[in-house]
């Protein structure tokens, strides 16, 4: 996906991570982490954020904070 972002090129994120999100939606399961990952690379696609080490963490932070406390173990 970094290869085709730094091309210009739109990037299979809605063919991979989207459609498991659009699967999940539809059959009521929550899929937290594909939906953060394909808001990041489509913020690094519209140049709202950068492929950086910084997003990354920003992802992980994100992501932890939105685990249900059953999962934090």
Do not use: Q
Request: charged letters at 25%.
């Amino acid at each position: 996906m970094l290869y085709a972002l730094e091309r210009g090129r739109p990037p299979e994120i809605d063919f991979l991570n989207g459609e498991l999100v659009r699967r999940g939606a539809a059959l009521g399961v929550p899929t937290p982490v594909n939906a953060a990952l394909v808001e990041a690379v489509r913020a690094i696609e519209a140049r709202r954020e950068s492929s950086s080490l910084a997003a990354l963490r920003a992802l992980h932070d994100r992501v932890i904070a939105a685990r249900p406390l059953a999962d934090a173990a």
